[in-house]
């Protein structure tokens, strides 16, 4: 094992793979400062960018994104108290108090330091757990496999949000768009309604940042203004490091909680800051600093959120069962190596899975020293309104959703895919069990598969499959116990501000999914048997749930909607339309005329940029897209009408 190790280590002698760390680095430490997007969407951004790339070298591009999110984040924490991601929540309430006294440089530094000492604990932990959990892991058989992403998705869907039917038929409904295409069971295509698009299914990249990217930037716009206003840094960069040599226990002790955290699908990062944050209070004998810039609830929180990459990169790699939607991607990025996460990993891939241990502590160490030294340039772009900042982003995310397949039905399907994740992000409806059950659909199906092939109904009386259902099963109770009790989880996908959508839209959008499910299972008649076993088992759950939920959203009282609301809602779908359009001008005249008028008419039209500046940007823009395509490979759409 040691020696797969080693092999791994001598990869990062590679200019080349030095280089693609750094890219990774830089990308998700870019966007973690930036509200609403974090990891899942540096992730998903730099997903299209890998495929001409060896496993190897994509894995360490994504890695190095993943790990150094939770880092970065924390510069809006404590500079203007909105968290760049939810799992940064925690260090708001006593990070942005300490900038608001004039120690934002103290909180800063204290943080970097917590974060990357918790990513390295946690890359410790995953290692030490190869040893353990390897004989374990070869020991699985399909049955069992097939319970773990059953876990996984229960999990995902009961624990992750406030709404746990919504959670679970959001895990469905990712189950089911996962089974468009030819089913791996069966010689039949399934939910392709004759369009040759959806004959090899719907790609992975355009699920990621549709439903995470483009339902984000919908709801950033439709907010308004600057990210934030102006706040100095302070003084106390040293005296951050000294708080954190001081508390070392608080270190060491959230790094576990969230490596535990982590280790538990569904749990997340956010429970993991929230749980640490927790701790540093109860186990404090002086708890009336908290919440007024105790320099502890930061440590506590930060020392947690990197190590939770790690812990879940326990289950994903060893198990084929993500614990949450970054997780999510970097398993569907295996898959499209051919790479079954599991027994055949850990016999057969050894090296790579320590490549992504090192890159992740690499990365970590990297993304700490950059944050330190970049830390007043990049709180400047806090201080840029997000509108300015869109275009290139929606560029970027074109480009990237076109790569998949190479087909305008790629950018169609983006876009639907982020109307639908702006909807749910509104509605209460917890989007990463949807990406956790996409991905998993298909090792789901295949293990459902060969379970019934190989041993038939014997499969549900294996001990391990007992235990795992008996596991499931005291999940749903608790679940159920905490809302009879009126407790609620964590909401990692709660929105900021007023709903702009009330309870008729809820009602609504509810029988849109139920009928979306009725639908699939009428249509599945038509699959041979085991084509229609999996959409089956998917359908039939989701469809009681909706019926359920339908019931509790009639008999829950009503939102009452802010003033502004109806407003904000009007604006999201401007800001939505205007995508539209530019699709339509790539589909017309081609990606780079339709990226220029796009870029010029939102600029000067929507943002009201200065006609100068309007025209700098979109030349600019096209350039770095120009130049970006020549290094890379990239292929451009042309449009029907000529173009490119």
């Known amino acids: 094992m040691w020696d797969a190790a080693l092999i791994a280590l001598g990869k990062f002698a590679d200019p080349v793979h030095i280089g693609m760390l750094m890219a990774g680095v830089m990308a998700g430490t870019v966007i973690g400062i930036l509200p609403g997007l974090g990891g899942i969407a540096s992730v998903a951004i730099l997903l299209p960018f890998i495929f001409k790339l060896d496993v190897h070298t994509a894995m360490i591009l994504l890695i190095g994104s993943v790990a150094v999110v939770h880092t970065s984040d924390t510069i809006t924490s404590v500079l203007i108290g909105t968290p760049g991601s939810a799992a940064a929540a925690a260090t708001v309430l006593d990070g942005h108090p300490l900038a608001k006294q004039g120690q934002a440089g103290r909180a800063l530094s204290a943080a970097f330091l917590s974060s990357l000492i918790g990513g390295l604990i946690g890359a410790v932990f995953l290692t030490l757990s190869l040893p353990i959990a390897r004989p374990l892991v070869l020991l699985f058989g399909s049955p069992e496999l097939l319970m773990l992403c059953v876990l996984g998705l229960s999990f995902a869907g009961f624990l992750t949000g406030s709404q746990p039917l919504k959670g679970a038929m959001s895990a469905c409904l990712g189950l089911l768009l996962g089974s468009v295409g030819a089913a791996p069971t069966e010689a039949v295509y399934r939910y392709s309604f004759d369009q040759l698009y959806l004959l090899d299914g719907i790609p992975l990249v355009g699920v990621a940042l549709g439903v995470f990217g483009i339902a984000e930037i919908i709801d950033l ?41 982590g280790i538990l699908p569904g749990i997340g990062a956010t429970a993991g800051s929230w749980m640490s944050y927790g701790h540093v209070v109860a186990m404090a004998r002086d708890r009336e600093r908290f919440g007024k810039g105790d320099i502890r609830g930061v440590i506590g929180p930060e020392s947690a959120n990197n190590s939770v990459e790690a812990g879940d990169l326990i289950p994903t790699l060893l198990f084929s069962v993500p614990g949450g939607a970054p997780a ?53 772009l806090t201080w840029v309104p997000f509108a300015k900042m869109a275009p290139a982003i929606v560029v970027t995310i074109f480009i990237g959703a076109f790569q998949s397949s190479q087909h305008f039905g790629d950018l169609f399907a983006l876009l639907a895919l982020g109307f639908l994740g702006w909807l749910m992000k509104q509605l209460g409806w917890a989007r990463a069990p949807f990406l956790v059950g996409f991905v998993l659909s298909k090792p789901t199906e295949q293990y459902l598969w060969l379970s019934i092939s190989r041993y038939g109904a014997e499969w549900l009386w294996r001990p391990g499959v007992i235990v795992m259902g008996l596991l499931l099963l005291a999940t749903i109770v608790w679940i159920v116990v905490g809302k009879l ?38 249509e599945a008649r038509s699959f041979p048997y085991l084509g229609a076993i999996f959409p089956v088992a998917a359908t039939i759950p989701a469809i009681f749930m909706a019926v359920l939920q339908v019931v509790l959203d009639l008999r829950a009282p009503g939102v009452e909607l802010a003033p502004e609301a109806r407003n904000k809602t009007g604006t999201a779908l401007s800001y939505f339309l205007s995508l539209v359009l530019y699709f339509l001008l790539i589909w017309l005249i081609g990606f780079a005329i339709a990226t220029a008028l ?47």
Request: with cysteine.
């Open 221 to 261: 716009l439709a907010k308004g203004g600057q990210i934030a206003e102006r706040i100095g840094l302070g003084g106390g960069w040293i005296q951050g490091m000294k708080d954190v040599m001081r508390h070392w226990g608080i270190v060491v002790r959230g790094s576990l909680i969230g490596v535990w955290a």
């Open 485 to 522: 009790k009126g407790k609620q989880s964590l909401d990692e996908e709660s929105t900021e501000g007023p709903p702009l959508l009330g309870k008729t839209s809820s009602i609504v959008f509810t029988f849109f999914i139920l009928f979306v499910f009725a639908g699939a299972l009428y």
């Open 328 to 380: 999510a991607i970097l398993l569907g990025a295996l898959f499209f190596y051919g790479i079954q996460p599991g027994p055949r990993m850990v016999q057969e891939n050894l090296d790579l899975i320590f490549t992504i241990i090192w890159g992740f502590a690499f990365a970590n160490a990297i993304g700490a020293g950059l944050c330190l030294l970049l830390s007043p340039a990049l709180a400047r």
């Open 598 to 644: 796009f870029t010029f008419l939102f600029l000067y039209g929507w943002v009201k940029l200065r006609l100068s500046r309007s025209l700098i940007y979109t030349a600019c823009l096209v350039g770095a897209a120009a130049f970006m395509g020549w290094m890379l490979g990239l292929y451009w759409p042309a449009g029907i009408l000529g173009g490119w």
